[in-house]
């Protein structure tokens, strides 16, 4: 494994963020070449890599320089160019990368001219599939370390003690000002291994990653395992048994660039026609119809790790919202999607997503690729109710989880589903990490010091623990990197199901449920969060004509209330001298009157209410 890790890594230190301004850049097409014959690019001189490290390290902004250091992209004349390859506008604006980008760079070095295909990488821990299905289309990656919090003394000594690299081997950079940047691709050139491609075998490409074009249909990006493709050639899928022809074949250089060909080891794009973005697997292989070639091992399926559902604000705009997640979903295969109706809320949908900041993006493309007006309710995980007679189903909406106080229930158990987790962090963070850890019901936990450290390095102590996924899908990361200054890693795989002691907790405004807010807690969080939630529904719900009761309940029990006051009219500010009673029949009309009212009345909750609640 080190080995491997020597061989395919690439460790370059980036001295500086990248600047914070963000501004669009110049389409790169006209800075194309005019003929790429893709025939002149053996095996031999190719190289596939990637750029990992954490979010926001710096990723874009060296691809940015490699682009411009290749030619690919002109450099500008005042500014700098900025998140080339970042395409959408959520990424810009948040100057992260959410979706994996190809670019192919021509740059010659020792007498020969290469063709170098890189990657850019999103970072964050909820697209981690993403980068997976990137580095399955590379032989190298380059790993990041970001200044000045990285301390690049301290982490070359980790990484010896841990990898065994030597640090003459790390390059250090500035990929914000440029400095060094040359001597990465130089790095590249000589230390990625080449594909192992043959050009006389039949056609194998392996299909990685896919967008969709509404006039071309799906367009998939393709790394050449093996032979050739040309334009015009009949190809089939291993997964699917559907036949296609190749319409337009290509390089991302970084936009589209139209070839006739593309030769082993090469990755490029082919539109053939599709129409469904479904077909385009991920993990596919393609092979010509008539020679076909055992499929690649493709990956595993995307896991939707959190649901929420999503409704418009006017129920009037279901239609055009269901169109509009339809299309986005075509452009993010990781979203589970399925219809659903809330009393509250109306007709909507029920999302899946690798986490809570991959919702947050979907929901922010909705809002700036389709003006979207939209609410999204409080985020859930898959639960497994099993019942007395052996059988179980999934549960991810709160409406649908059983009320185990009835008698009548035939649920035998519920089971939540737990990750175990590894952190590793440096020892005066260790305290820290323990009492997070603590905080979000973990278990099993357990440490052990990864390195002794030194005068240069402080010791490493990776903390591994079971834990359950409903407490890390919200705002775990965050918490975890705040607490640790940023030097804590994380990981986890899923570890299955265990039994826990869950309950559904509804609201009641005026003794009538609100489906829309009913949340799945643990008993023994059960009295802080109905507390809190009661508080935020007594802020942002208008006040009525009658004594609103705002209650936090789990079956039968009441666990939290705050009662909304009554909109108070001066009945008797019409009523000028005359007896006092005469001013109080008229209160006790009031009085009979609220009680009347608040018995057969109902509460209106607008959708901003719900909009405000539920955003924060």
Known sequence: MNALWRNTCLRPLISSKHATFRSFSASACPNAPKSLRMEEFAPDVIRNFSIIAHIDHGKSTLADRLLELTGTIKKKETGKNEQVLDKLKVERERGITVKAQTASMVHSSNGKTHLLNLIDTPGHVDFAWEVSRSLAACQGALLLIDLPAAQPELIAAQMQSTFGIDPAEILPISAKTGKGVEAVLQAVIDRVPAPRSKKDAPAKAFLFDSLYDRYRGVISLVNMQDGVLRKGDRIASCHTRKKYEVAEIGIMYPEEVPTDILCPGQVGYIACNMKESSEAHIGDTLHRVGEPVPPMPGFKPSKAMVYAGIFPVDSSDFPKLEESIKRLTLTDRSVAFQRESSSALGQGTRLGFLGTLHMDVFRQRLEDEYDANIIITAPTVPYKIIYTDGTHKFVSNPTEFPDMSESTTKVREIQEPVVKASIIVPEEYFGDMMELCYSRRA??????????????????????????????????????????????SFDYEDAGYQKSDLAKMVFLLNGKPVDALALIVHRSAQDTIGRAWVKKLHKVIPRQLFEVPIQAAIGKKVIARETLSANRADVTAGLYGGHYERKLKHLENQKEGKKRLKRIGTVDLPQEAFFDILKR
């Open 443 to 488: 278990e099993d936990l357990d440490h052990r010091y990864l390195d002794t450290g030194s005068d240069e390095s402080s010791s490493r102590i990776i903390l591994t623990c079971v834990m359950p996924l409903s407490e890390i899908v919200t705002d775990f990361f965050d918490q975890l990197k705040g607490r640790s200054s940023g030097f804590a």
